[in-house]
Nanobody, 125 residues
């Protein structure tokens, strides 16, 4: 059974940085498709950053240049480094993974079926 557990969410001031981590069990990050999504109150969930086999990455326009997704295959972990945070980054952040054997493509977000419980990020102005 796949289990994803996020950590690292906090309250920070605008301009600050945070590093979110997602530890996967029952799912090897090496060769997998994993991503970070977020959902703000009253808004739909949106894809933020994804990492693909070969460590190709993709970012939503709203975070391009500020967020960096990376993976540590020894620790079976995916991280999201968030810099220059803005109040509009406030949301619950979720780690997600595409089931093995399924294809995934940069810029598409519908393939993710394994989800963590989320970690809250709050950015104050």
């Amino acid at each position: 059974r796949v289990h994803l557990e996020e950590s690292g969410g906090e309250s920070v001031q605008a301009g600050g940085s945070l590093r979110l981590s997602c530890v996967a069990s029952g799912y090897g990050t090496s060769g997998g498709c994993m991503a970070w999504f977020r959902q703000a109150p009253g808004k739909e969930r949106e894809g933020v950053a994804a990492i693909y086999p070969g460590e190709t990455t993709f970012y939503a326009t709203s975070v391009q240049g500020r967020f960096i997704i990376s993976q540590d295959n020894v620790k079976n972990m995916v991280n999201l480094q968030m810099n220059n945070l803005k109040p509009e980054d406030t949301a619950m952040y979720y780690c997600a993974a595409v089931p093995r054997g399924r294809n995934c493509y940069p810029g598409t977000w519908d393939e993710y079926e394994h989800w963590g419980q989320g970690t809250q990020v709050t950015v104050s102005s």
